[in-house]
């Protein structure tokens, strides 16, 4: 499935619009629809966590919006419609996580330095960073969306409580537990992609050299690997915490499995890699967070249901 916008054979036409040219040419649902395509895909993203979940979920607003009549504010009605569908969605991943093996991560999403990349909006906020999403991992279904809707995308708690099926001041109470739930836990801020690119640079290099006090050299004392296989892909089953057992962690890899071929990407805005099969050991996507010219956190996806949309 792509991000590709689904269209019916015959969209509704709303009227006639000026183009730069001075020409007039129809409007329809299609075009509506498409000027807050990316919205939704930010807001589903952000709900979900998941990329797959968000096209679905984008896809079927879409097909409600094509039946749909007399809306007045498109925008407002295609937001509420999506968080419905991604609060279904969480609810269910909620469930599905009861026996899920291993840490939960969120699915990975790629782009491209390119100014033209549709999702290059979405993943320019910091609260779509993988580091900020393991953080709203931790809420419950109402209140991520509450968290979010409010404190991300400004929705009032009328519009909130609508798609929660609760009372204002109900969806307003969600949302403040969530900001307890997460306090003192949000992430530091997102370093510049150059520091970025100049750690994690340094970082493989001593890794391939096996050169174990240039790795403690560029982990920072608090740092932690996360690895997600959800049983179908070797990594940590359980979060390795601290710099001296990650960089024995990841330095057991290489000297059992070798260096492994990878290409750079950006991995929810921040620098990742995408780490190529071979022999035994499944593809992956693997992205950091960085601070105070160190790494923080290392984030290893390799559960192969959650990498059906990338190029391994």
């Known amino acids: 499935m792509s991000l590709s916008l689904m269209r019916p054979a015959t969209p509704r036409v709303y009227g006639l619009r000026k183009t730069r040219d001075g020409r007039l040419r129809l ?3 299609a075009d509506d629809f498409g000027l807050h395509r990316t919205h939704l895909v930010g807001v589903a993203y952000r709900l979900t966590g998941s990329v797959a979940d968000a096209e679905d979920a984008v896809q079927e607003a879409w097909l409600r919006f094509s039946a749909a009549e007399g809306i007045r504010d498109v925008r407002g009605w295609l937001t509420t419609v999506v968080s ?8 269910s991943a909620a469930v599905r996580r009861e026996t899920y093996v291993g840490p939960w ?3 990975p999403l790629l782009t491209t330095s390119e100014a033209d990349d549709p999702l290059a909006s979405v993943v320019r906020s910091d609260g779509v960073r993988m580091a900020a999403l393991v953080v709203l991992d931790r809420l419950t279904p109402e209140q991520r969306v509450a968290f979010v809707l409010h404190d991300a995308f ?12 609760v009372t204002p001041e109900a969806a307003r109470q969600h949302a403040s537990r969530a900001r307890k739930a997460v306090a003192g836990a949000e992430p530091p801020p997102r370093a510049a992609l150059a520091e970025q690119q100049e750690v994690l640079e340094k970082f493989l290099q001593a890794m391939s ?15 932690v690997m996360i690895g997600d296989g959800g049983g179908k892909a070797r990594t940590a089953v359980n979060t390795v915490t601290g710099a001296d057992k990650v960089a024995r962690f990841f330095l057991g890899l290489v000297r059992k499995y070798g260096f492994p071929e990878m290409r750079p990407v950006l991995v929810n805005g ?4 995408v780490v190529a099969a071979r022999r035994d050991v499944a593809g992956r996507v693997t992205t950091f967070t960085v601070h105070d010219g160190k790494l923080l956190a290392v984030y ?3 559960n192969p249901d959650k990498l059906t949309h990338i190029d391994l």
């Open 27 to 29: 409007v329809t649902s």
């Open 84 to 91: 419905r569908i991604c609060l279904d969605r969480l609810r």
């Open 105 to 107: 991560l969120p699915e």
């Open 154 to 165: 400004l929705l009032p708690f009328t519009e909130i409580a609508d798609v929660l099926g």
């Open 209 to 223: 050299n096996g050169d174990i006090d240039a790795v403690l050299s560029l982990l920072h004392p608090d740092a």
């Open 270 to 273: 921040d620098l990742g890699v």
């Open 300 to 302: 290893d996806i390799a």
